[in-house]
């Protein structure tokens, strides 16, 4: 199997918050923008393994400043590192005021995906070759991430948390 960049995953959407995606103050609803930001990632998986994915979890979210009705919102996701049939996919926010065209960045979130077979089983996936020094930098802090993960979902003992570790224990 090839391995890719995060480049080829990117996937970029696009959308306008309309009345009915706000709340009682005229802020995007949370919820709404977490569903494009799942569907945006889920692409982004997609694209860089090439099979049906499905949601394993929501690592983080931060909600940095609210997103006005009316306002143009423009996600986008890449995946920041491939493990052995799950990915990370790290997507950022940015919200643009239609009248001057200033983009703000709001949000970001870190997702990770499992490829799937048509039973549902896991698939491998390809591994990731990051290119930027940001990439690299994502890249290196999936794993503890997903130590992190692992380990609060019960999945995994701390003392096995190799990367998290050494952030703490030096030798």
């Not at 799942?38 to 694209?47: E, G, K, L, V």
Request: glycine share 4%.
């Amino acid at each position: 199997m090839k391995s890719k960049t995060s480049a080829q995953s990117l996937t970029i959407n696009t959308e306008v918050v309309l009345p009915n995606d706000t709340n009682h103050v005229g802020n995007l609803f949370g919820g709404k923008l977490m569903q494009w930001v799942d569907i945006t990632a889920a692409i982004a998986a997609q694209r860089h393994c090439g099979r049906v994915v499905v949601t394993a979890s929501i690592n983080h979210v931060s909600f940095e400043n609210p997103i006005k009705q009316n306002s143009v919102v423009t996600l986008e996701a890449k995946v920041s590192r491939a493990f052995t049939s799950s990915m990370e996919v790290y997507v950022e926010v940015w919200f643009e005021n239609p009248v001057t065209g200033e983009k703000t960045k709001c949000n970001e979130a870190i997702l990770t995906f499992v490829a799937i077979d048509q039973n549902g089983a896991p698939l491998p996936v390809p591994q990731l070759i990051p290119e930027t020094d940001l990439e690299k930098k994502r890249f290196d802090g999936a794993l503890r991430r997903r130590q992190l993960s692992l380990i609060l979902a019960g999945r995994l003992k701390p003392e096995e948390a190799t990367e998290l570790k050494a952030l703490f224990v030096k030798d």
